[in-house]
Antibody
Framework: QVLLVESGGGVVQPGGSLTLSCTASGFNFSAYGLHWVRQAPGMGLEWMAFIRYDGAATHYVDSVKGRFTISRDNSNNRLFLQMNNLRADDTAVFYC??????????????WGQGTLVTVSS | EIVMTQSPATLSVSPGERATLSCRASQSVSRNLAWYQQKPGQAPRLLIYSASTRATGVPGRFSGSGSGTEFTLTVSSLQSEDFAIYYCQQYNYWYTFGQGTKLEIK
């Protein structure tokens, strides 16, 4: 079955950087688009970033453009989110999700368990 | 940005009863609409996609309907495990989620 396991969360100071990872198994990793979705404490879901199956195209929500970078390593079935210039309002659980298609604009058919990022001094 | 609005924010229903959750899009999303269920401390789970298609393993008491800007998720005969938060999501133009409806035991 599809398994997505996030790692890399933790506590970081405002203005700091952090890189999240997601290790995938149970499906043909290089054939599907992938996303990062976040959920602030007690709040709803917010889509953050998408990367196409081959890594050749990415898209971000406006609030993180220029600060976050999504990337993937299809040789090792891993997804990444590099986060720079972190702010207190970036505090959230970050989920790795699998797109049901290759190039975006499909639903999210599998989710990881999430990793918590806390931005605090 | 397409804004998704869910109503009500909280719905109190007795076990065995029927629950109807609504989701409205600020512009047409065709049938590119998904519903997710989230229980406390867990990741969301896909329930419905393409507005009315149940995901693998989802019980038949869950059904979705609608198109364009108005969508409904219906849970017939609520079971104890159905009390959770439900989110709608449009994927017609990138992705936005509704704010969620909490389905609680009456």
């Amino acid at each position: 079955q599809v398994l997505l396991v996030e790692s890399g969360g933790g506590v970081v100071q405002p203005g700091g950087s952090l890189t999240l990872s997601c290790t995938a198994s149970g499906f043909n990793f290089s054939a599907y688009g992938l996303h990062w979705v976040r959920q602030a404490p007690g709040m709803g879901l917010e889509w953050m970033a998408f990367i196409r199956y081959d890594g050749a195209a990415t898209h971000y929500v406006d609030s993180v453009k220029g600060r976050f970078t999504i990337s993937r390593d299809n040789s090792n079935n891993r997804l990444f989110l590099q986060m720079n210039n972190l702010r207190a309002d970036d505090t959230a659980v970050f989920y790795c999700t699998k797109d049901a298609g290759t190039s975006g604009n499909y639903y999210f058919d599998s989710w990881g368990q999430g990793t918590l990022v806390t931005v605090s001094s | 940005e397409i804004v998704m609005t869910q109503s009500p924010a909280t719905l109190s229903v007795s076990p065995g009863e029927r629950a109807t959750l609504s989701c409205r899009a600020s512009q047409s999303v065709s049938r590119n609409l998904a519903w997710y269920q989230q229980k406390p401390g867990q990741a969301p789970r896909l329930l419905i996609y393409s507005a009315s298609t149940r995901a693998t393993g989802v019980p038949g008491r869950f059904s979705g309907s609608g198109s364009g800007t108005e969508f409904t998720l219906t849970v017939s005969s609520l079971q104890s495990e159905d009390f959770a938060i439900y989110y709608c999501q449009q994927y017609n133009y990138w992705y936005t989620f509704g704010q969620g409806t909490k389905l609680e035991i009456k």
